[in-house]
């Protein structure tokens, strides 16, 4: 097909503009020339072809992108107010309409009130908030209008987001179902219906779940605190996976923090001197001052974490055996993570982690990261 006069006109036009296959933002439309602003009365979304006039007869200023911006506002004279983003006397009133104005009251003139662009008035007093901020559920207007039945019930949420049950609030999409301990939805609706995990209970409100390995742990996962109710927590005396119970009875601990040196009961009896004597760490624990559980890890790192230093001690060092992801520096006691050798910085006291000889076996063989962790 071959392309004359006016339309290859346009579309060289288009080309050279960069908008042959772009498309137009919100607030414009697409023609012959190029993306053009809306005009007055008229709004448009993103990649428009061409603008919607506003509802009933409805006011908007120019480049207007959402039918939210349509106003029905208009001045005294009936005249669209498009320049009055505030309150202004009555001279300066009439100065912008074009007249002179030698003197004048100083009344203010509220008729016709209208919000910048981007912005919603607040009902029938002279206030904006922006559209942002319509409809979440917190009042931005000081009268409450942006959150009223009134206003919500017929506002369209934006993009990616949703009505609550009640109708009125909007939240985001990707918060439906998420169990969140404080809903997005004041009515709670957001995780109501929502099925719960094999691993999960479902919260005595039925407003969310709740993770059974950290039921009754002390601190509350579902928003009416059901996963900590005495009822559960005591009368059931069942503790999850990999916790104990505390001596209150309607406490779980993690059995890793046990006798760690830091409490994590409420009353304080995972930490209890006399209890920690005679517990029996867990498999990657070492007992230490007779009453402390420390984690292998921890052991022969140059850092004492028992009171006695028995985790540091040479002789003890000298033969222990560094857990896989670590390895001994040359002095043969201390062991640091092998991903830190030969990264800049000495990590081993003798600084043999960074040595020409280390390093060059490290780097030298061209090993990667994985090779080399497993050194």
């Not at 603008?51 to 480049?63: E, F």
Request: charged residues 25%; proline residues 4%.
């Amino acid at each position: 097909m071959v392309l004359k006069g006016t339309m290859l006109a346009c579309i060289i036009l288009l080309c050279l503009q960069g908008v042959l296959f772009a498309d137009c933002p919100a607030g414009s439309f697409m023609s012959a020339d190029g993306c053009e602003e809306c005009g007055v009365d008229h709004y448009s979304a993103a990649g428009a072809t061409s603008c919607t006039p506003c509802p009933g007869g409805q006011l908007s200023q120019k480049g207007s992108d959402s039918v939210n911006d349509c106003y029905d506002e208009k001045d005294a004279t009936g005249e669209e107010v498009v320049y009055q983003l505030d309150k202004v006397t009555v001279k300066e009133y009439f100065t912008k309409k074009g007249a002179i104005v030698e003197e004048g009251p100083t009344e203010i003139i509220n008729k016709g009130y209208v919000c910048p662009k981007g912005q919603t008035k607040c009902g029938d007093i002279d206030e904006c908030v922006p559209n942002s901020g319509l409809c979440n559920g917190g009042p931005a207007c000081s009268n409450g209008f942006d959150e009223s039945a009134e206003f919500c019930t017929s506002f369209e949420c934006p993009a990616e987001q949703q009505k609550c049950a009640d109708g009125i609030q909007c939240f985001p999409s990707s918060g439906k179902c998420d169990k969140f301990k404080i809903p997005h939805c004041n009515d709670k609706s957001d995780d109501l219906g929502c099925a719960c995990k094999e691993s999960e209970m479902v919260c005595a409100d039925g407003n969310g779940c709740a993770s059974l390995q950290k039921k009754c742990d002390g601190v509350s996962q579902c928003a009416d605190g059901s996963d900590e109710s005495p009822d559960i927590c005591y009368v059931l005396g069942v503790c999850g996976i990999g916790t104990k119970k505390c001596a209150s009875g309607d406490q779980c601990v993690a059995k890793g923090t046990t006798c760690d040196g830091s409490t994590q009961c409420l009353d304080g009896s995972d930490e209890d001197p006399v209890f920690c004597i005679t517990y029996e760490c867990q498999d990657n624990q070492i007992k230490c001052d007779g009453n402390k559980c420390l984690s292998r890890w921890n052991l022969c790192d140059s850092e004492p974490d028992c009171k006695d230093g028995s985790d540091e001690d040479p002789a003890f060092c000298a033969a222990y055996e560094c857990p896989a992801a670590k390895k001994k520096c040359a002095d043969g006691m201390q062991c640091v993570p092998k991903k830190l050798f030969c990264n800049g910085k000495e990590e081993c006291t003798d600084g043999s982690d960074e040595s020409e000889e280390e390093c060059a076996e490290e780097k030298g063989g061209g090993k990667s990261d994985i090779e080399r962790q497993s050194h």
